[in-house]
Nanobody
Framework: VQLQASGGGLVQAGGSLRLSCAAS????????MGWFRQAPGKEREFVAA????????NYADFVKGRFTISRDNAKNTVYLQMNSLKPEDTAVYYC???????????????WGQGTQVTVSS
Protein backbone atom coordinates (compact mmCIF):
# COMPACT_ATOMS: atom_id res chain seq x y z
CA VAL A 1 0.00 0.00 0.00
CA GLN A 2 1.26 3.47 -0.88
CA LEU A 3 -0.36 6.48 0.73
CA GLN A 4 -0.17 10.04 -0.59
CA ALA A 5 -1.32 12.83 1.71
CA SER A 6 -2.22 16.25 0.35
CA GLY A 7 -4.19 19.37 1.17
CA GLY A 8 -1.96 20.98 3.76
CA GLY A 9 -1.04 24.63 3.68
CA LEU A 10 -0.99 27.92 5.53
CA VAL A 11 -4.25 29.13 7.07
CA GLN A 12 -5.24 31.73 9.63
CA ALA A 13 -6.60 30.74 13.01
CA GLY A 14 -10.27 29.91 12.73
CA GLY A 15 -9.90 28.75 9.16
CA SER A 16 -10.40 25.35 7.58
CA LEU A 17 -8.45 22.82 5.56
CA ARG A 18 -9.35 19.46 4.08
CA LEU A 19 -6.63 16.85 3.95
CA SER A 20 -6.82 13.93 1.57
CA CYS A 21 -4.99 10.62 1.61
CA ALA A 22 -5.06 8.62 -1.57
CA ALA A 23 -4.02 4.98 -1.50
CA SER A 24 -2.50 3.14 -4.41
CA UNK A 25 -1.12 -0.30 -5.31
CA UNK A 26 -3.95 -2.01 -3.46
CA UNK A 27 -7.34 -1.24 -2.07
CA UNK A 28 -7.61 -0.02 1.52
CA UNK A 29 -11.34 -0.62 1.70
CA UNK A 30 -10.76 -3.25 4.40
CA UNK A 31 -8.17 -1.23 6.32
CA UNK A 32 -8.55 1.02 9.29
CA MET A 33 -7.31 4.46 8.27
CA GLY A 34 -5.85 6.99 10.65
CA TRP A 35 -4.44 10.48 10.80
CA PHE A 36 -1.54 11.41 13.06
CA ARG A 37 0.44 14.61 13.44
CA GLN A 38 3.87 15.62 14.59
CA ALA A 39 4.93 19.10 15.61
CA PRO A 40 8.60 20.13 15.80
CA GLY A 41 10.24 18.70 18.90
CA LYS A 42 7.21 16.61 19.79
CA GLU A 43 6.25 12.98 19.40
CA ARG A 44 3.84 11.84 16.75
CA GLU A 45 0.31 11.88 18.15
CA PHE A 46 -3.01 10.37 17.20
CA VAL A 47 -5.59 12.66 15.62
CA ALA A 48 -8.42 10.48 14.27
CA ALA A 49 -9.19 7.06 12.83
CA UNK A 50 -12.00 5.42 10.93
CA UNK A 51 -13.02 1.80 10.55
CA UNK A 52 -12.99 0.13 7.17
CA UNK A 53 -16.75 0.50 6.82
CA UNK A 54 -16.71 4.10 7.98
CA UNK A 55 -19.21 3.19 10.66
CA UNK A 56 -16.84 3.76 13.54
CA UNK A 57 -14.63 6.76 14.20
CA ASN A 58 -12.36 7.82 17.01
CA TYR A 59 -10.91 11.24 17.74
CA ALA A 60 -8.31 12.72 20.01
CA ASP A 61 -9.92 14.95 22.62
CA PHE A 62 -8.19 18.05 21.29
CA VAL A 63 -9.92 17.78 17.88
CA LYS A 64 -13.39 16.63 18.88
CA GLY A 65 -16.03 18.87 17.40
CA ARG A 66 -13.53 20.53 15.05
CA PHE A 67 -12.17 17.73 12.83
CA THR A 68 -14.07 15.08 10.90
CA ILE A 69 -12.58 11.96 9.37
CA SER A 70 -14.33 10.27 6.47
CA ARG A 71 -13.55 7.86 3.67
CA ASP A 72 -14.63 7.02 0.16
CA ASN A 73 -13.73 3.41 -0.50
CA ALA A 74 -14.70 3.71 -4.14
CA LYS A 75 -11.94 6.32 -4.51
CA ASN A 76 -9.55 4.56 -2.12
CA THR A 77 -9.27 7.84 -0.26
CA VAL A 78 -9.63 9.07 3.31
CA TYR A 79 -10.24 12.68 4.30
CA LEU A 80 -9.72 14.88 7.32
CA GLN A 81 -11.87 18.00 7.41
CA MET A 82 -10.32 20.45 9.83
CA ASN A 83 -12.37 23.44 11.01
CA SER A 84 -11.76 26.12 13.62
CA LEU A 85 -8.03 25.61 13.29
CA LYS A 86 -5.75 26.84 16.06
CA PRO A 87 -2.04 27.71 16.00
CA GLU A 88 -1.40 24.62 18.15
CA ASP A 89 -2.71 22.47 15.28
CA THR A 90 0.43 23.37 13.35
CA ALA A 91 2.22 20.12 12.49
CA VAL A 92 3.01 17.66 9.75
CA TYR A 93 -0.05 15.47 9.29
CA TYR A 94 0.38 11.83 8.32
CA CYS A 95 -2.15 9.31 7.13
CA UNK A 96 -1.73 5.64 7.93
CA UNK A 97 -3.34 2.30 7.17
CA UNK A 98 -3.85 -0.67 9.46
CA UNK A 99 -5.33 -4.02 8.40
CA UNK A 100 -6.27 -4.85 11.98
CA UNK A 101 -8.36 -3.12 14.63
CA UNK A 102 -8.90 0.60 15.12
CA UNK A 103 -6.22 1.79 17.53
CA UNK A 104 -4.74 5.10 18.60
CA UNK A 105 -1.17 3.89 18.87
CA UNK A 106 1.12 4.71 15.93
CA UNK A 107 1.52 1.03 15.12
CA UNK A 108 -0.05 1.24 11.69
CA UNK A 109 1.57 -0.77 8.92
CA UNK A 110 1.63 1.83 6.17
CA TRP A 111 2.34 5.56 6.30
CA GLY A 112 2.09 8.47 3.90
CA GLN A 113 4.80 11.07 3.52
CA GLY A 114 3.02 13.78 5.49
CA THR A 115 1.60 17.17 4.60
CA GLN A 116 2.44 20.39 6.43
CA VAL A 117 -0.33 22.33 8.12
CA THR A 118 0.57 25.76 9.45
CA VAL A 119 -1.95 27.87 11.36
CA SER A 120 -1.07 31.50 11.92
CA SER A 121 -2.43 33.53 14.82
Amino acid sequence: VQLQASGGGLVQAGGSLRLSCAASKRTVSNYVMGWFRQAPGKEREFVAAISWTGGSTNYADFVKGRFTISRDNAKNTVYLQMNSLKPEDTAVYYCAANPRELVRAPTYDYWGQGTQVTVSS
